[in-house]
């Protein structure tokens, strides 16, 4: 009975063929989630936004989904692109396939992908990877119809998950598309009904005469799609849990045939999950506990943006910059994407870093700093080189410490309960 996540930083190779990454003493993984940005080294804020965000349980079971605004142009250029059997899409700046990657397999500690087409530069990236005997998972994609009100059953999954990390762009798979639409979420169901989630919707807008950001950030839906304009159009709502899977239902408007990405984590009851949010500290340096996951992790990932509120779509500055936090034990990264607001000619940037949070204004000037210090028994501690005084929401979720002792044994594996209240196993 095991269940290990961690995350590693790491940078695409530029030729094609197959790459391999591997964590030295850790075992083979079963899924995982990997982000590549444009940047070419850790801590250094690279020109030009550039996302690739995926996930893969199997060669056949994997999804990609890239976004692009280009830098220094007097008329914004951003586009947005997704494809399935592949893990990994980049496009280049100006909106052209550049890399892909398809999943090969998991190997002791890692993985190895084959890169179809070259990456024009060694990108950074991080990887996430779940593994453990008690771990089942699936990434796969669902595609909605053109009704409203809509309920889609996702089925064939053989497990009730406990977590589902979500994402989703416009349109149909393989084709690159102008506007950069980009949706991230996580699910949390408890084993008896209640499911927490939490998502953003975020578009660099395409062919304007200045940047034009938005960003929408729910805290009822799994997924949100924006238009052109902004507005929201609809949110994919994850509910009614089983034995073998979910049900996906369309809220404020009909889908119009898009599609939902995920990856489906199940842990069989052998550690606790959340999907949480928290504000940063109001003007206050220093150490902050962050409690809301109610459990002690050993592993965390959340969403950051500048937007304070959740169901009302932003524009201005604060729509400028989106990113995610990837924390385990040892590691800990922070993917950070901005495009500058009104700027006369687009100023778009991406960036990995090797710290908790180092959050940009859309200008690319840093507006908060934290470093991560500790996992608790409630959630986890940062400590805060730079804060501000409208502090801004996060979202995301957290994955139980492992505790081998209490975990093992027939006895216990015959009364363990997967009825999990924030996880919590019931013995």
């Given at each position: 009975m095991t269940v290990e996540v961690w995350t590693q930083r790491t940078a695409t190779g530029t030729s094609t063929g197959e790459q391999s990454f591997t964590t030295i003493g850790k075992p083979t993984p079963v899924a995982m989630l990997i982000e590549v940005t444009a940047?070419?080294?850790?801590?250094?804020?690279?020109?030009?936004?550039?996302?690739?965000?995926?996930?893969?349980?199997?060669?056949?079971?994997?999804?990609?989904?890239?976004?692009?605004?280009?830098?220094?142009?007097?008329?914004?250029?951003?586009?947005?692109?997704?494809?399935?059997?592949?893990?990994?899409?980049?496009?280049?700046?100006?909106?052209?396939?550049?890399?892909?990657?398809?999943?090969?397999?998991?190997?002791?500690?890692?993985?190895?992908?084959?890169?179809?087409s070259a990456p024009a530069a060694s990108y950074m990236m991080t990887i996430?990877?779940?593994?453990?005997?008690?771990?089942?998972?699936?990434?796969?994609?669902?595609?909605?119809?053109?009704?409203?009100?809509?309920t889609v059953s996702v089925t064939g999954l053989g497990v009730r998950p406990d977590l589902v990390a979500t994402c989703m762009t416009r349109f149909g798979p393989g084709v690159i598309q102008a506007n950069g639409y980009h949706s991230r979420g996580f699910v949390h169901e408890d084993g008896a009904g209640t499911v927490t989630q939490r998502s953003f919707g975020w578009n660099s807008r395409d062919n304007r005469a200045s940047g034009d950001p938005v960003v929408r950030l729910q805290d009822n839906a799994a997924a949100v799609q924006l238009l052109a304009s902004g507005v929201s159009d609809w949110h994919a709502d994850f509910e009614n849990f089983g034995a073998d899977g979910f049900d996906i239902l369309t809220r404020n408007a009909a889908a119009n045939n898009q599609y939902v990405l995920f990856l489906s984590l199940d842990f069989n009851g052998a550690v606790s999950t959340a999907v949480f949010d928290f504000n940063h500290p109001n003007n206050t340096d220093g150490a902050f506990s962050v409690t809301s996951p109610g459990i002690e992790p050993q592993y965390v990932t959340f969403v950051t943006s500048n937007h304070t509120v959740y169901g009302t779509s932003q524009n201005g500055n604060q729509a400028g910059m989106i990113g995610q936090v990837y924390i385990d034990a040892d590691n800990q990264h922070h993917a950070v994407y901005t495009d500058e607001d009104a700027a006369p000619t687009s100023n778009t940037s991406s960036t990995l870093n090797d710290s908790a949070m180092a959050q940009l204004v859309d200008d690319q000037s840093v507006n908060y700093t934290a470093s991560f210090t500790a996992f608790t028994a409630t959630g986890f501690d940062l400590n805060y080189t730079a804060s501000e005084a409208s502090p801004p929401l996060n979202f995301g979720m957290?994955?139980?410490?492992?505790?081998?002792?209490?975990?093992?044994?027939?006895?216990?594996?015959?009364?363990?309960?997967?009825s999990k209240v924030h996880g919590a196993l019931v013995r």
């Open positions: 940047a070419t080294s850790a801590d250094t804020i690279t020109a030009g936004l550039s996302l690739s965000y995926g996930a893969a349980t199997s060669a056949a079971n994997s999804w990609s989904v890239a976004s692009v605004a280009q830098d220094n142009q007097e008329t914004t250029n951003t586009y947005c692109y997704w494809q399935t059997g592949k893990c990994i899409s980049i496009l280049d700046t100006a909106g052209a396939l550049d890399a892909e990657a398809t999943f090969v397999s998991f190997t002791s500690g890692g993985m190895s992908i084959n890169f179809n996430t990877f779940f593994s453990g005997t008690d771990v089942t998972a699936t990434a796969t994609s669902q595609q909605m119809g053109n009704t409203h009100p809509e957290a994955i139980g410490a492992f505790t081998a002792t209490a975990n093992a044994g027939p006895l216990v594996d015959a009364i363990r309960l997967k």
